[in-house]
């Protein structure tokens, strides 16, 4: 038997999905829902169906999970707790400030239709927020670094396409090396937002447009860039096609911490990222956590979780006995 | 209330869980036992009693934890299962062909008492295992490599005391970095033994000894050295003492694996520990894990686990809302 998984929103996300659960033998996909005509919509993989997201709660019966691929800002926040009512539901919810109440809301309608739903799942939140958390809790009360990049940062893409006289442009967010040393270096130091990442901006600007104006834009843009030390290059369509037309990102968080009697040895823990695609780990992920939330309902589990509530073994296919044997 | 954590075995690793309950306010030392006399062994915390090992069952309704602190080899296998009639118990049992048997006789005994045992924590096994697990569930059917290093290798060591003419030694065993870097250019090398760890080893002879004949007695010994490249350096004693009498270890648990339609995306996963104390970390590890077999019992499970069947919330004295605010 497979896990029948759906996915809502065919974007970058919920391609990934798709190609994730060619991964995953222990998974099909089951159908694909969307906003869009279903008709417009093409899917990979053959025979599979395109609904219109509303048609989804009468495919109830023939979903175990439904990974949700919508943005955060508007998507999320009311699909999440409304598809919880007929699905398990995988989410990459990741708006910080709104993470109490998304899973407030979410574990409300989990728990009343005996679902369960795992939010905030992708890397960051995600991966980097485990291992925050396995740091903080094997050298407690010790600092932890989380460090971005190199990579796309496509809400600081759009800040810039949206200046005048801008056709196109891609940002890439890169963490200082010298910063990173001295986290690994056990010093625990201070970092302003300055000291740990620069903002390196690809733009191609419309014909005749004001170069040192958009520059001077972008480098002073309140919250985006005016706190980084920010570097514009004005380059041709073509190679912006050419050269920057991935979505490649990833980071670091460092953990360091100090043991013994008198604190007098210190440790480093570092887990880094390197994604050649964004949005096709971050879908990597949600499918994973898509079998754990298939497995733990099936144990009679309901309610909101976070990666932080899920036992690891429940990402994997194999059973406990097989994975003490090989991955112990 | 905090959790009373009892010690049983007081070497390094001992005193290691001694020091890490210190950065643990939740925590506190109820008392330590061993197989010495009691009253040859002085604690670190005022106030806190040494007892014989045999005087352990008497103490079960003043311990909630048993951390067991011997070794693998002969401690653990008898003495886990027979704690756990008595308490929770978390151990860092490391043989790992004999992972399957020591679980299930620790599953016996802990389930009929009503306890949580936690096996084989550490970091190896322990922190890497966990890795090799997440990295496998995001990216199923890909490779992983684990490297150790650079750090001491107490028995391999051993092996280089026990040949004639030597007084001490100290073995590093050390990544070799050309290995990791075609593991972290995502090309899945199938690496030897020999391509993927050096030996460096610092020995002390005894006066007058062939110091030819015990270099080649190490480079040439079965299983420990002949199938790396060994390097051996003659030292002093006071050399030995001043620039080799640390317990430094780590190591690098690296998995990379493909995403997209035509597994055309590429990832690396790298998880990086760089310890100055080898048995202090690991034994951080295992206060965390205690915490963990408390809470997982106050909830009323039973019975053994591993690393893989504790959710990673369970290892932090923060509550879920707390966690999810400061660290998802």
């Known amino acids: 038997m497979t896990i029948r998984i759906g996915i809502l929103g065919y974007g970058n996300l919920g ?22 005509d279903p008709g417009s919509v093409n899917v990979l ?29 508007t998507d999320l926040p009311v699909q999440t707790p409304e598809m919880a ?50 740091g903080n809790g094997i050298l407690p009360g010790s600092a932890d670094y989380t460090f971005w990049g190199k990579g796309v940062s496509q809400g600081h893409s759009d800040a810039i396409r949206r200046i005048d006289g801008v056709k196109d442009a891609r940002q890439y967010t890169i963490p200082v090396e010298s910063a990173l040393e001295s986290v690994r270096s056990g010093s625990n130091p201070n970092l302003t937002t300055r000291q740990k990442h620069t903002r390196e ?30 570097t514009v290059h004005f380059i041709s369509q073509e190679e912006l096609q050419q050269n920057h037309s991935g979505i490649p990102h990833g980071g670091f968080v460092i ?17 880094h990222l390197k994604l050649d695609s964004n949005p096709e780990f971050t879908s990597s992920v949600l499918t994973a956590y898509a079998r754990a939330a298939y497995r733990l309902n099936q144990e009679g589990q309901r309610g909101c979780k976070s990666v932080f509530d899920v036992a690891p073994a429940y990402l994997s296919s194999l059973d406990g006995a097989e994975l003490r044997r090989r991955l112990l």
Chains 1, 2 share one sequence.
Not at 19 to 33: Q, R, S, T, W, Y
Not at 50 to 68: G, T
Not at 255 to 271: A, F, L, P, Q, R
């Open 85 to 134: 009512k007929y699905f398990n539901v995988v989410d990459s919810f990741d708006t910080h400030a709104k993470i109490p109440q998304h899973f407030d809301a979410v574990d409300k309608t989990a728990k009343e239709s005996g679902h369960v739903g795992i939010i905030s799942v992708g890397w960051d939140p995600g991966m980097f927020s485990l291992n925050r958390l396995y």
């Open 45 to 73: 993989t053959a025979g599979v169906k395109v609904y219109s997201a509303d048609e989804a709660p009468l495919k109830k019966d023939e979903i175990d999970v439904m990974i949700l691929c919508g943005g955060s800002a």
């Open 255 to 271: 953990h360091s911490g100090k043991t013994g009697w008198e604190d007098e040895n210190n440790h480093v823990i570092e887990y």
């Open 15 to 36: 391609r990934g999905v798709e190609c994730a659960i060619k991964h995953n033998p222990d998974m099909e996909l089951a159908a694909v829902f969307t906003r869009r």
């Open 201 to 230: 901006c690809f733009v191609v600007a419309e014909e005749g447009a004001d170069l040192r104006k958009i520059e001077d834009t972008i480098i002073n843009m309140p919250n985006y860039f005016a706190d980084y030390d920010t």
